[in-house]
């Protein structure tokens, strides 16, 4: 459930003109600067029309990423915060905040992280991190979020530099195989992932978000390639790519479910699997 709750009280009319301006001095899009706080997009453009209040938390984010005073965004006579913003931190704060969550769940799972590990890991105290991210559903959902930008955005460079539709599609491919420390962190995270969108309605709403944009990636890749006559004609977009996340989620579990040479040769199985299912499915018969 969300909360109104914000520091020194209520936040007036004017302190969506003064995130606004936060905005603008940052010199990038709303959906960025929502990534660069780690907020839902939509929440931020609800709070900035004024149908939704701001929480505490989102104004000490939105706080840290300006440079400012929450006290200023509230109207409040300047004075210094509670938690000053992180000096030398790449991305600030709230970023490393995250970034550190993400690292932790995936070596040890959600449940076994606590705060203090993630105020130890981030070299500051558990009171920070509570005034960044009020509870632990809160850091869950931030670590997802985070995590489905960083994979969209790896994935619209990588369908960037591909040439054409099988090109496009080999790629995301790769990108999904478990192979680098960092693809296998991802992935562990999305396991506990699956997990929580069982119980948790916030959480399953980011896992039904992201899977319904990546299978819309897959689905316009098809589309595009049956197009261009390097894809089967007659595939059916969606299907197509219903079947190869089935395929991909699959065999990931297992890569991960192995360390060492073992789970090297695990990816470069699941690698060889899936790009035969592409070959002997998807790609048009080369003459």
């Known amino acids: 459930m969300e909360t109104d709750d914000v520091p020194d009280g209520a936040p007036t009319a004017d302190t969506a003109a003064r995130v606004r301006e936060v905005i603008a001095a940052a010199g990038v ?9 780690v907020m839902d997009p939509s929440k931020l453009s609800r709070s900035l029309s004024g149908t939704r209040r701001f929480t505490a938390a989102e104004l000490a984010r939105i706080a840290d990423e300006g440079r400012v005073d929450v006290g200023r965004l509230l ?31 995936a070596e ?25 991210f009020p509870g632990r559903a ?31 599609l080999r ?55 049956v197009a261009q006559g390097v894809f089967r004609a007659g595939t059916d977009p969606q299907a197509a790519a219903l079947t190869l996340t089935a395929l991909i989620d699959g065999l990931a579990t297992h890569v991960l479910s192995v360390s060492g040479p073992s789970a090297d040769r695990a990816a470069d199985a699941m690698h060889t699997a899936l790009t035969a299912h592409v070959t002997h499915t998807i790609l048009a018969p080369q003459p």
């Open 75 to 105: 109207g409040a006579r300047p004075r210094e915060k509670a938690t000053a913003p992180a000096v030398g931190v790449e991305g600030g704060r709230p970023l490393q905040i995250v970034r550190e969550t993400v690292r932790l769940i």
């Open 171 to 225: 790629q995301l491919v790769a990108l999904q195989t478990p192979r680098t420390a960092q693809q296998r962190r991802q992935w562990a995270v999305w396991l506990d992932l699956w997990a929580e969108a069982a119980r948790s309605t916030a959480v399953g709403r980011l896992h039904s978000e992201y899977y319904r944009q990546w299978r819309e990636t897959v689905a316009d890749v098809v589309r595009r390639g």
């Open 138 to 168: 809160e850091l869950l959902e931030a670590a997802v979020r985070w995590c489905m930008d960083e994979d969209t955005a790896r994935r619209a460079a990588l369908i960037a530099e591909a040439d054409d539709a099988a090109a496009e």
């Open 29 to 37: 899009s709303q959906r960025e600067f929502a990534r660069r706080v």
């Open 108 to 132: 040890h799972g959600f449940h076994a992280v606590r705060v203090a590990d993630i105020a130890r890991a981030c070299a500051t105290s558990s009171a920070a991190i509570h005034y960044h």
